[in-house]
């Protein structure tokens, strides 16, 4: 189990692995392919329109600074235009990406050329010089700066520009960067996540497939174990009886005593019939498993036949101290059912109430129709069945924890009435009891 986890990890670390690879390498390529259609595109505005794009804001950051440079030589001293040298530069940017031709061009390029279009441009104002007769003003651009997309996208760079008018000269560089670019890169990559997603589901319910039938089967060996278990004292008790009643008719002394000769030879009867009853218990289980059980169904008296039951259990068990309540709310119903087969299925269950109910033992057994169905409930008075153990009272060969110990027992009696009820057409149902003891419910549609 710990070699098969450790296999399912190190499978989605490889995966994880190759997809962040493959993310890198996509990146990349896009980068690639974004650069070398941005050079393309401005050569074609370059080459086609004569134009790099921002030729009406050079003209206009031309009249801006002749403007400008009035200002100075009217005003007092440069500290005057330095104190304003941020405004300045914003109203140049302003002006760049007011007029600025490159970018619609660009989306247009990249949208003809079936390329995502939705990006956005950053222009980065590197110096700004005002061309005064006499001397340059100059105006550092380092405030304008880039800030990193959300994404943590690195914006591309296109191009540097280099502009000068009668009155200014301009440096700045232009970048862009893609809104959307995982996106891309991962829609690129769907069949890639697909397949990677795909092998880690299917390895995962292998995984744990393997693991259910593995822990199942864990269980089957234990419980087959602890029926075999059973099974061997269960068949020990008797054959023990018959050897000591086989060794004491040995005794001469004892064989001239005909009453203790009768009394071991039925001892010796009663056992082998247990025996045989045992052998039959267990031969029985494959026919079940097979379906291969034929009911033979008649229709039967409710009242009297429940009534010989009843009566018939009491005196299999006359010799142990119980109390058994009856009420039967029958008059002349009728169903449709297997004689042996659906008594069995009942003295089981009164013979686990007489097994596991208290001390002494005190049995309820009630019996009525309702709406079309007979409702039979057989309850007890001992300590009842834990909750996790109930769902598995019906289970061939499953024995509660607690009765392991001090009841004999294989496991199969729950198992047996299950299959008779719903070879009936019924369903028998552990009830929650009300305090003390179990409540078993068969119900048969009649
Ligand atoms: P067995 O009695 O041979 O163990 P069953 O199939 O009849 O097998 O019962 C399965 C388990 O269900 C028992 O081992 C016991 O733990 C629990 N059980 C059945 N009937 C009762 C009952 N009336 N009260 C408490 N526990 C019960």
Redo the contacts with the bound molecule.
Sequence with gaps: MIIAGTALAAIIAVQFFLISGLYRLRTRELDDTYRQEIIKGMELLQKQYHTTGFDSAYALIDYVAMNLLQEHSQGPADSALHSSDEQTLSYIYHILRRYDMLTPFLKAYFQVSGMEDDFREYILIREFILLDPGGEIRIKGDTLEITTTKAGNSPYYVNSFRSEGNFYRLDFDYYIDLSHKARIIFRNMTGALLLSFLSILITGIIFFVTLHNMLKYKQLSMVKTDFINNMAHELKTPLTTIAVAAGTLEDPAVLKDAEKTAGLVSLIRQQNQHLGKLIDHILDINLWEQDQITPHKKNIRLKEYLEKILAAFRIENKDKEFKLGESLELNEEQAYLDEFQFSLAIR?LLG??L??GGDPPEIGFSATIKDRKLLIRIT?N????PEK?KEH?FEKF???K??QKH?K???????YVKKIVEMHHGTVTLEEGTDR??V?VVALPL
């Design positions: 089981n686990n109430a097994k596991y007890d001992g300590t009842g069945i153990e009272i499953f024995r509660g607690g009765s009841v027992g294989l496991g199969l009696g729950l198992y003891g179990s078993f």
